[in-house]
């Protein structure tokens, strides 16, 4: 069935309201069941043997030891998962990144598995792995691992984007070029050039839940997955491919998660867990200890970018120019790219280039984090903007909204915008109460821009009317932030029934066609469409069912207030049915009522934010605390404006902790330092304001209520906003990220020095 | 593993004495449960102490405040004398962790985990405090500042535990305040601390001082030339600099996770500062 998804204005009676979502109880009450609260009868435990070397050639595995220990079931290591990937570079990365195959690449790498009956077993067994090792030099650094003489982690690795290829292997693996015009010319008619070098250090999702699942391989080829997952449909079709199993026979439920943020995008132990399955004829359950999940999972890049900005006296930038150097980890990845396009997105700029450079070190592979990329790039722009505001004496707002993209600018990355939401930000930003809030001693004010692509994609849901005219839904993308709170109001508004007389679970990967996953701020854009055609289905099947109740012609029955109503005087006296009357007599018409929907959900609207935000730093510990923050943010239509907003606040939290203390720090020895919440410092509650939000409804033409996704863009302004709060509180610039109180006192020292 | 709840002292020392392998004293367990989780972690022995009779109570006694090695840190807070003679020492112990730590967490327990970092030893080496350490060979009190020897490692023997923790009676006109630098707000290590203890004549003249640093080298630093900088002043501006200069010299600190050694060499002197401008008031209004 044809289906319209243009964004129609109507009067809304659930979409926009602020029921309770249906898993907080649960969740609050501990009931709800996360990747590690499954069990199955006969469960073995897994543990994973990793590497204490950053860069090493594994010269010999010795697992006889382990596999004839008391309780051990199997153990296994690469030669357990043969190459299928038939030249797939992606799919080959994943498979060496779950089991090491000739080298290690970090710390962390895995190199074996055991399952055992139970825990200590696993973990004795562990012991009884002789790995020998060559150890080769290794390098972390992204400056570093560009240098010519840097050890090379892949010498089949050339890097591609630049013409002719190179004849030496490096790390770098890619180079990637957006823009328009001529920024020589650009710069040629500025009035005022800056140019500086940021820093960002790497940093990790820091999801409360570990990674955690229960594999079941049998013996006919079936295999069962529960796993905590982001896309139990990705999932699905990563593990059978490397593991040579059926997609359709391998069945995978996702749990409750506890914080993915990109981080669950990907497979890390679950290909093991059904490894060690189907060698040890049991089903195993393999949980990551918080250890393994900071060196072995997650993180996002560590970058480093040059920024050359040029403006006009009276505050026009004339050109833009950014080189982005990101750490991919050691496999190649396109993280430099999505850098280099969103660094300028906010401006409509004449002459704007960017350059990314994709670098590859002895670091975990790098997962998507929350707008992936986007926060690092942000930072250097923005600090460069406000900076060159500064210099041409004009207000940081005043100037954003000078160069502010809008409906028609042509993006540095390519596209021509559509209606979209940076200017209303910006004019919020100008005149909320916030930005005229006096400061005290000590104190700094600073804002940013943000911006993210957000994404559509495939998408699949079911809709059943029960009996009882209830309505169960079944969708594919998990919830991650009470998107069944909001598909629920989708789909009362839609059938015109109540919040309550619905019930929506994430179906499992056999009870639904194929979804992507919850990425790129999907979730709630793609899977509300979904719902929504779906109930449009089910309303022409009502409608059918009302006509064969009145047995009177389909076309004279139409759909209003939820209900099936007899069109035109001749059926005067028919009074409507509700969709608990047409249900009662499904039996008796046809059958059970139900509708579905299988569509790509195509044109998510791109989503912008300003953020403000007010620091308080101690010049004499470089300790900094935040004391007010505001987030504004177009949300195209905010059905559930409570989770909304949870978005602006979890994602500006999250941002903040990066800007102010969270890091990956390394030894000389490339091992992590710091692989726990003691010592990789998320923010506490204490740590931070009560975050206020503000959100602005620019409808998405391209979606029938004018959602965009809200999910991700909340993180990219906040490293640069509390980067020029700092530096207006301590009048220096902080050019490297996080600005921890060593690296402010450090400046501040310096500046005192001259 | 065994795990052991005795109800006395001799008995829980016996334990400990006769344990083959490792042996370990479970007072919170706030450190030791973490440990425990670890996977290089062995033990024979586990002896809990909380059951064993007088080990939860605070008393005051001819000595001073007697604390038994099973008292939480949350105990400390209320307990009203001790609060206003040792207000430095009862607020260290009460910056460790959170509300759910401080129910369980001893002073005796952070003294034998022999952290750099630990919160409440630098509060307790600046107020003198002594330990009462038993043993199969007896009883015996050792100065505070001499039970950690290294990070992890402690100076008593086998079979040795600590009994109690005892801070001596105040003089008027006597205050204390301990300070710590953390990046965050709460549930975190101390990547420099400050203990200062301060006595003054009736002018509001320092006469005595004592200084002790956390975090700033293998364990805690009695900054005896810096405390003895303080004596004779009324701690104004010239004094608190030099006192600031002194804890910097003092500190020996190492570059790593937690913060790099200019940084701490800095913020000890500036901790310092503060912690005696707190103690100094408190003391003058006694
Ligand atoms: C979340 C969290 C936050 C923390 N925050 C801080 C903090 O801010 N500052 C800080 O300093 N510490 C902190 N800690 C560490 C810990 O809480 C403290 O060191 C605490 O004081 C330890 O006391 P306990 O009674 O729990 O010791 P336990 O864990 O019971 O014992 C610690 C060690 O001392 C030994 N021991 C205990 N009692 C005796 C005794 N009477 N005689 C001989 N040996 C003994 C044990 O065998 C063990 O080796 C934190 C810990 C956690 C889990």
Known sequence: MSFDAAYHEKKLNSVGTRPLRPDGVDKVTGKARYGADFNVPGQLVARVLRSPHAHARIVNIDTSRAEAAKG???????????????????????????????????????????????????????????V????????????????????????????????????????????????????????AKADVIIERSYKTEQTHQGYIEPHACVATCNKDGTAELWVCTQGHFVFRQNCADLLGLDASKLRVTSSEIGGGFGGKTHVWTEPVALALSRKAGRSVKLVMAREEVFRASGPTSATSIDVKLGATKDGKITAGLATLRYTGG?????????????????????????????????????????????????????S?????????????????????AQEGSKSSYGPVYGPIGIGPTLDAAKTHAHMSAPLGPNQGRGMACGFWFNFGGQTSSNMNIGMDGTVSISVGTIDVGGSRASMALIAAEELGISYDDIKVVIGDTNTLGYNDMTDGSRGTFSSSMATVSAAR????????????????????????????????????????????????ESGNTGGPIAGHSELIADGAGVSFATHICDVEVDPETGSTSVIRYTVIQDAGKAVHPDYVEGQYQGGAAQGIGWALNEEYIYGEDGRLQNAGFLDYRVPVCSDLPMIDTQILEIPNPNHPYGVRGVGETSIVPPLAAIANAVSNAVGVRMSHVPVSPPRILAALKAEANG | MRYERPETIDQATSLLAGAKGKAFVLAGGTDLLVRMKGDDFEAGLVVDIKSISG???????????????GVPCAALNEHAALHAAWPGVVEAANLIGSTQIQGRCTVSGNLCNASPAADSVPAMVAAGAQAKVSGPKGTRMVPVVDIPLAPGKTSLEKGEMIEAIVLPKRPARAGDAYL??????????????VGVNLTLGSDGTVETAHVALGAVGPKVVVAEAAAKTLVGTKLEDTALATLAAACSAASSPIDDKRGTVAFRKDVAGVLARRAARIAYDRAGEK
């Open chain 1, 72 to 130: 051990v079931k199997a153990v296994v290591t690469a030669a357990d998962f043969p190459d299928l990937t038939n030249g797939n570079a992606e799919m080959y990365a994943i498979l060496d990144n779950c089991m090491a195959r000739n080298k290690v690449m970090y710390d962390g790498h895995a190199v074996a598995a055991v399952a055992a009956i139970d825990a200590k077993s696993a973990r004795d067994a562990l012991r009884l792995i002789k």
């Open chain 2, 180 to 193: 710590r630098f953390i990046p965050r707000t709460e549930m975190d290590i101390a990547v420099v601390g």
């Open chain 1, 537 to 584: 289905n089910a309303i022409e099947v009502m409608r059918k069912r009302a006509a064969i109740t009145w047995d009177i012609p389909e076309e004279d029955v139409y759909w209003e207030d939820g209900h099936a109503k007899a069109a035109g005087s001749k059926y005067g006296n028919l009074s409507p049915l509700s969709v608990a009357e047409i249900a009662a």
């Open chain 2, 55 to 69: 080990m939860r109570d605070i008393a005051e006694t001819d000595e001073g405040f007697v604390i038994g090695a």
């Open chain 1, 330 to 382: 050691p496999y190649p990845g396109m993280w430099a790219e999505l850098g280099a396009m969103t660094s300028f997105a906010c401006y409509d700029l004449e002459n704007v280039k960017t350059v990314g450079f994709e670098v590859l070190v002895n670091r975990p592979k790098v997962a998507a984090y929350r707008a992936p990329s986007a926060p690092m790039a942000a930072f250097a722009v923005e």
């Open chain 1, 132 to 187: 020998e090792y060559e150890v080769l030099p290794h390098v972390v650094d992204v400056d570093a691992a560009m240098l010519p003489d840097a050890p090379v982690l892949n010498d089949s690795v050339f890097t591609g984007g630049v013409e002719p290829t190179p004849t030496t292997p490096s790390n770098v693996c890619n180079r990637a070029e957006f823009g328009h015009g001529d920024v020589e010319a650009g710069f």
């Open chain 1, 384 to 404: 460069a903007v406000d900076e060159l505001a500064h210099k041409i004496g004009m207000d940081a707002v005043d100037f954003r909204i000078k160069n502010a």
